[in-house]
């Protein structure tokens, strides 16, 4: 072989260099190669994704530890019922709905504003039934028992279903209002402060759960990957126009469009079951084939081929639809699983001389 600077023919390609110019070979242009002329494997894509996303995973995980310390002062939890997050997130939220008010500031509307409201004061009694039956926190404010008048309500309202429902449309409602001024801040940390409180609860770990989470990585792996990537490109794509600017017509982008909040919050429940213990499997099928059938429908219905953010958010519906598919199918066993064969003739499926 010759060598690539000077030209020189290589005699002894053992020693790895040229004895002109000392300049090395063995190295494919890719990397693929090493000194010694051995195959490395290359990196998969999540491999590279996940070297570009290095730098903003530890920049978030410093701007989160502040947060989190600052949720977790004894100072704060001291001047609150309890020593509950949740009325200080409802108490945003209802910041949030009064700033609305005002003529010249951008809200969620009358209709999801009433729906927030009463949706809040539920929420709110449930969580003071919970504090006052047993306060979570010693350094908390006292909190007088609920009146008596509550328990005439029904059940449903008690579970804690609901107040993880009223989370995922308080985060759905902070996302699609990004970028309209300070609103949209109080929305921010309404979102924060009820989603560290919850999600504490939604994601805490028992001991039985490595081993679900085992088997679900084992039985489709990397599946959850695939379907947070469809959630952020879905998420992504609602804060591009959707809506061309036509005449007097402003452009429209995809949180301003009709039941947005309905496709928002469908999308973080999904991804927050995609990273949970379980993965998927914490849904029932249905619920998961609804999701899908939903994400896509409305997808048809607020179609416009000539806005980018409907063309991104078809590459992310299909990376969910493909996701949950894929888990819906099951799993074909591998060889080395597959039952071993009897060394019996089956017998015959008609015996005449019976």
């Known amino acids: 072989m010759n060598c690539s600077n000077c030209g020189l023919i290589i005699a002894d390609e053992s ?4 004895v002109e110019c000392g300049e090395t070979f063995g190295v494919s242009p890719d990397g693929g190669q ?33 947060f989190v310390n600052l949720l977790e002062s004894p100072a704060l939890h001291g001047q609150l019922p309890g020593g509950s997050l949740t009325f200080l997130g409802l108490g945003l939220v209802g910041l ?32 003071w039934r919970e504090v006052s039956e047993a306060p979570t926190r010693d350094e908390g404010r ?23 429902a009223f989370t995922l449309v308080t985060c759905a409602y902070a996302l699609l209002m990004v970028g309209y001024g300070p609103v949209s801040l109080l929305w921010m940390l309404a979102a924060g402060v009820l989603g560290y409180e919850q999600g504490r609860r939604f994601f805490f770990l028992l001991p039985r759960d490595e081993d679900l989470r085992a088997e ?11 379907t947070v990537l469809g959630v952020v490109l879905c998420s992504f794509s609602l804060l591009l126009p959707w809506v061309r600017a036509f005449g007097h017509v402003p452009s429209l982008s995809g949180g ?32 998961l084939i609804l999701m899908a059938l ?15 953010g409907p063309w991104v958010y078809l590459f ?24 071993p064969a009897s060394d019996e003739e089956p017998p015959p499926d008609l015996d005449y001389q019976g």
């Open 316 to 339: 992310g519906v299909l990376a969910i639809d493909a996701a949950i598919a894929r888990h819906l199918i099951p799993a074909r066993p591998k060889p080395e699983e597959a039952p």
């Open 96 to 127: 949030a709905l009064l700033l609305s008010c005002a003529p010249f500031v951008s809200g969620i509307g009358w209709l999801g504003s009433g729906v927030m409201l009463g949706w809040g004061v539920l929420v709110g009694l449930r969580e």
């Open 256 to 287: 301003e469009l009709p039941l947005a909040v309905l496709t928002q919050t469908v999308l973080l429940g999904l991804g927050c079951y995609a990273v949970k213990h379980r993965g998927l499997g914490g849904l029932h099928p249905m619920f």
């Open 34 to 66: 090493d000194a010694d002329g051995d195959w490395q494997p290359q990196p998969s894509v999540w491999e590279r994704v996940e070297q570009v996303l290095a730098p903003v995973r530890a920049g978030a995980g410093q701007v989160g530890d502040v």
């Open 294 to 308: 939903w994400l896509s429908m409305w997808l048809v219905l607020m179609n416009n081929v000539y806005s980018p």
């Open 142 to 164: 006292f909190v007088e028992a609920y009146p008596a008048a509550l328990d005439s309500l029904p059940g449903a309202l008690w579970r804690p279903e609901s107040v993880l």
């Open 216 to 226: 679900a990585e084992a039985t489709h792996p990397g599946l959850h990957r695939w």
């Open 15 to 18: 020693l790895g260099y040229c």
